[in-house]
């Protein structure tokens, strides 16, 4: 199984990035997918969650409204779409994976996911 990021980058605030998590080794719709958040000196922050499957979603309330998680089969990819994004969405951001059906009281649990990609870092000036 690999996850592979990228998309990251520097941006003002206001502004949007598109995160990419390209996924292999394992049966697509088998999984979900979660995108977590690390900023310096903060814990660990589920942000969003997929299904892939039926593609249902959940999304932490710091995120709700601004943020769009979405996925395509075809290219085994799960996509962040991050718009007005402010200074505290500055992190490092991971995708993880996990070979269960999350809801709405397990989707953010970090500890369940086993697989991780390395990282894109997402830096948003003011």
């Known amino acids: 199984v690999q996850l592979v990021e990228s998309g990251g980058g520097l941006v003002q605030e206001g502004g949007s990035l598109r995160l990419s998590c390209r996924t292999s080794?394992?049966?697509?719709?088998?999984?979900?997918v979660t995108w977590f958040r690390q900023a310096p000196g903060r814990e660990r922050e589920a942000v969003s969650c997929?299904?892939?499957?039926?593609?249902?979603?959940y999304y932490a309330a710091s995120v709700q409204g601004r943020f769009i998680i979405s996925n395509n089969a075809a290219e085994r990819t799960v996509y962040l779409h991050m718009n007005n994004l402010k200074p505290e969405d500055t992190a490092i951001y991971y995708c993880?994976?996990?070979?269960?059906?999350?809801?709405?009281?397990?989707?953010?649990?970090?500890?369940?996911?086993?697989?991780w990609g390395q990282g894109t870092q997402v830096t948003v000036s003011s």
């Open positions: 993880a994976a996990d070979l269960r059906y999350r809801d709405g009281s397990t989707w953010h649990l970090a500890n369940d996911y086993g697989y």
């Open positions: 080794g394992f049966t697509f719709d088998d999984y979900s």
């Open positions: 997929i299904n892939n499957s039926e593609r249902s979603t």
